[in-house]
């Protein structure tokens, strides 16, 4: 998949994986997540490392359960970020409300999926949070939100996508899979680096 590629990815980091599909962007996940392991080579991570990962394949929600209890699953109140808050003032946030909350998950668009995949998903402690095409089936107001949630989003962000507005928007770095095992870095998002590899 790759060869001689290094890399040191910091917190705060916000980096983009950009490529064709079947590139090997997900695969390149799931290394990291150690899932899977490098066949030569090696991955280290850092200690106390905690690890969201928001899966293009929303493996993560149960269809037969509402909004609500995909969330809390059965309670009333959710600690966000460690303030106690009320699920449905949480689930307001993300667009959902009261009544759409009470809603089983198998009635939703896959936009609302992404959105209650990612409200379930900020609610875990985590300081590498993982993205793999979050910006499929989202409407325009979905993805501002996504936006400004990433935009304050104060650990390590990878995000694998090919809305290339959107990593613009988001991404401070990109890791561009450009073929036969090469991936190289950029600073920037999808258009600077587009330029630095003129």
């Known amino acids: 998949m790759l ?20 590139c090997g962007k997900t695969t390149f996940i799931k ?17 106390k490392l905690e ?11 149960d269809p037969e359960k509402t909004v ?6 059965g309670k009333q109140d959710i600690e966000v970020n460690g303030v106690k808050r009320h699920v ?6 993300f667009l959902f409300p009261p009544k759409r909350a009470m ?11 992404n959105r209650l995949l990612l409200a379930k998903l900020l609610l875990q402690p985590n300081n590498l949070l993982i993205l793999d ?31 290339r507005q959107f990593i613009d928007n988001t ?4 890791y561009l899979f450009e073929g036969k095992g090469r991936l190289n870095k950029y600073v920037g998002g999808f258009f600077d680096a587009k330029q630095q590899q003129a």
């Not at 449905?88 to 946030?93: N, P, R, S, T």
């Open 133 to 163: 095409e979050p910006t499929n089936d989202l409407d325009v107001e979905t993805l501002e939100l996504l936006e400004e949630i990433l935009t304050d989003y104060q650990g390590t962000l990878l995000i694998v996508s090919h809305d």
């Open 88 to 93: 449905l003032g949480y689930l307001q946030d």
């Open 103 to 113: 809603t089983p998950v198998k009635a939703l668009s896959g936009g609302e999926r």
């Open 3 to 22: 060869k001689d590629f290094s890399t040191t990815i910091l917190r705060g980091d916000k980096i983009a994986l950009v490529g064709p599909n079947g």
């Open 51 to 61: 690890i969201a990962y928001f899966d293009q394949y929303r493996a993560d929600l």
């Open 31 to 47: 290394l990291l997540l150690g899932e899977i392991q490098p066949t030569s080579g090696k991955i280290r991570c850092g200690t």
């Open 68 to 73: 609500m209890d995909n969330v809390a699953d």
């Open 171 to 174: 991404a401070t770095e990109c």
